[in-house]
């Protein structure tokens, strides 16, 4: 392994996995047989007789085995180096010899080759399609910063498999964002949370530590598959089975093979990179070229209050569109004690900057209440749905236990957006308590679609594989709305 090849610099993906060039082989012989054929048509009838004499009207099976290198090539087929055969690779029916990618893929590799079948199902495709217009507000930020950091441009397509590309998605383990940071796993990236905050759901700050994260995986592994691997698995799961290999320096591939890992980073790797073939390649998969207008973003600092509703009132730009690129924001509000940047679209920035330099006006919405006989801190919490904590920090000053009647409390209004900011896209700890009656037309991709789950875990909370044939009338258990 050559570990100074730029992160960025492209490979021609000619790999077969080993055993498998035959099943490759016989494919193309036949292609190559039947165009040489079709070509001779016209040509000259004495050379016609020639070659026609050269080649038995009935050929033995033996006869369709590669030559050994020793062999004189059969006249059917170019003479290269060494008299090896050419490799034409076909993948899910499509021709992928040649394709250039940063990272290379296992073709022939049976998990691989499965991944990409079933994503080229039109369920699948239609799933993928989905994903891909959900990353537009965050995929052209993912590519300027892999690119900064000299990194394989298949990685874009990671957060397809992590989250559907959700900065809400939360996994059965409590990973999330998009990049699906566990909580005990944001050290020494950058990445904090505080009661008014999360910035694994802050598509910039995430972005940044997930690729500095991949980016020290793949210094201390020197092989990008176990790279990836270590990212979904630990970087200590993926040395500790390394180690156990004799500590031989082996790639991820002989890591697959000996089974030092567990299932699912062994399986991790292989559907990324299905995904990655696919995506990186999308006009020819049967993809329109595209997936929509990217989203370009400007991040602006604030040390005042913003509600994005407010923003979006006074801005004109979409709120969904606000939450979404701020969704960090627990209550959509930035914190009333700390800087925060808020991003905008770039075509906005200088009417937002306009208006949060007016310190004139409010940008958050609040209420005045007024203490009365017998109020408790606590019980005016409850009844404007707002955390205490959230009241005190907006009231400098002000102490639960010391209230006074006709004192005035400033109150955040909050409970208009709580429900949003818990709004779930993709989660793997949903509640499957409602069930989904199968109708005809139904696919696992269309309902895990409806339904905002991924569809690899509702096959697997219906005890199902993501192809298994759906019956009409079949009651599948989904999240409850």
Request: no cysteine.
């Amino acid at each position: 392994m050559n570990h100074d090849r730029p992160y960025s610099e492209s490979v021609s993906n000619r790999r077969l996995h080993p055993g498998l060039r035959l099943r490759f082989f016989l494919p193309a012989l036949f292609m190559l047989t039947l165009s040489v054929a079709v070509y001779g048509q016209g040509h000259d009838p004495e050379i016609e007789t020639e070659a026609a004499a050269e080649v038995p009207a009935s050929i033995a099976p033996d006869a369709l085995l590669p030559p050994a290198a020793t062999d004189t090539p059969p006249a059917l087929l170019p003479a290269e180096p060494q008299n090896v055969a050419p490799e034409i690779v076909m993948s899910a029916g499509i021709l992928v010899d040649g394709l250039q990618f940063d990272m290379e893929m296992p073709w022939g590799h049976e998990e691989f080759e499965n991944y990409r079948a079933t994503y080229m199902t039109s369920g699948g495709k239609k799933w993928l399609l989905a994903v891909m217009e959900r990353s537009l507000p965050y995929l052209a930020y993912v590519e300027e910063k892999i690119v900064e950091y000299q990194l394989p441009k298949e990685l874009v397509y990671l957060p397809v498999i992590e989250s559907e590309y959700s900065p809400f998605a939360v996994s059965r383990s409590g990973a999330t964002g998009i990049w699906q940071f566990m909580r005990n796993s944001i050290s020494g990236y950058g990445l904090s949370i505080s009661e008014w905050t999360d910035d694994r759901k802050d598509f910039m700050k995430s972005t940044d530590a997930a690729l500095r994260k991949l980016r020290d995986n793949y210094k201390a592994l020197g092989d990008w598959p176990l790279a990836i691997a270590a990212y979904n698995a630990g970087l200590g799961a993926v040395t500790r089975a390394i180690r156990s290999s004799n500590g031989e320096s082996i790639d991820f591939w002989h890591l697959y093979e000996s089974k030092k890992l567990s299932r699912e980073p062994l399986s991790y790797v292989p559907k990324f990179l299905a995904v990655a073939s696919i995506l990186s390649y999308p006009e020819l998969h049967g993809f329109q070229s595209g997936w929509g207008e990217k989203h370009l973003w400007e991040a602006l600092e604030t040390s005042r209050q913003v509600d994005m509703n407010v923003l979006a009132e006074r801005t004109g730009i979409p709120l969904k569109l606000l939450k979404d690129g701020n969704a960090e924001l627990k209550y959509h509000i930035t914190p009333p004690s700390a800087k925060h940047m808020v991003k905008v679209p770039a075509d906005k920035a200088e009417t937002v900057r306009a208006i949060l330099e007016d310190v004139s006006s409010p940008l958050f919405k609040y209420e005045i209440y007024k203490i009365k006989s017998g109020d408790t801190m606590s019980a005016i919490a409850q009844r404007y749905a707002t955390p205490l904590n959230i009241i005190l920090q907006a009231n400098p000053g002000l102490k639960a236990d010391k209230i006074r009647i006709g004192q005035t409390v400033i109150i955040p209004h909050l409970s208009t957006t709580i429900s949003a900011s818990k709004k779930t896209t993709g989660y793997e700890n949903a509640a499957f308590s409602d069930f989904y009656t199968i109708k005809k037309g139904d696919t696992l991709w269309d309902i895990s679609l409806l339904f905002d789950v991924k569809p690899d875990t509702l096959a697997e909370r219906n005890g199902i594989s993501v192809n298994s044939t759906l019956r009409i009338g079949q009651k599948l258990k989904v999240p409850a709305r």
